[in-house]
């Protein structure tokens, strides 16, 4: 039988995730990286799921977790309340970790905001419809059991 990851491993694993992430989002935004950018995000997304997954699941999103929680306080599979608050406080401090290390790196920092012609209701919108597709192929496809 498979030896089941320590809580300490799995917040590890969820904070590096996280980190590593967020950090190469930011560096490729920081460097001006339009052409390579979305491949290297990729596989930092594609490596880190593959090392940590099998430790915690690879989640490195709060809304992802607190969707599995959903599914498991719903009788679905998931994860338990209290691993989805400890998930989501080390994918919080990933995050800034990773932003006070691209910052420290480039020296400079950017602004998250709407583009020029778009206001706050329209990136919302576009954060919500995306977040919810997120969740749900993270739901039907890496949680959810065959039906007979």
Not at 55 to 69: D, K, T
Not at 101 to 111: A, H, I, K
Request: aromatic share 12%; proline share 3%; net charge neutral.
């Amino acid at each position: 039988m498979a030896r089941v990851p320590s809580m300490g491993a799995q917040l590890f694993a969820e904070f590096l995730g996280t980190y590593l992430l967020v950090f190469t989002v930011g560096c490729n935004v920081l460097a001006s990286n339009a052409v390579w950018g979305a491949v290297s995000i990729a596989s930092v997304l594609m490596v880190s799921i593959y090392a940590l997954g099998g430790i915690s699941g690879a989640n490195f999103n709060p809304a992802v977790s607190i969707a599995l929680g959903l599914s498991k306080a719903m009788g679905g599979p998931g994860i338990e309340l209290k691993t989805v608050c400890l998930y989501c406080v080390m994918q919080i401090l990933g995050g800034i970790a990773a932003a006070l290390s691209y910052s420290g790196l480039y020296w400079d920092t950017f602004n998250l905001g709407p583009a020029p012609g778009f206001g706050m209701y329209h990136a919302g919108l576009c954060e919500m419809i995306y977040t919810f597709m997120l969740c749900f192929v993270v739901l039907n496809v890496a949680v959810a059991s065959q039906n007979s």
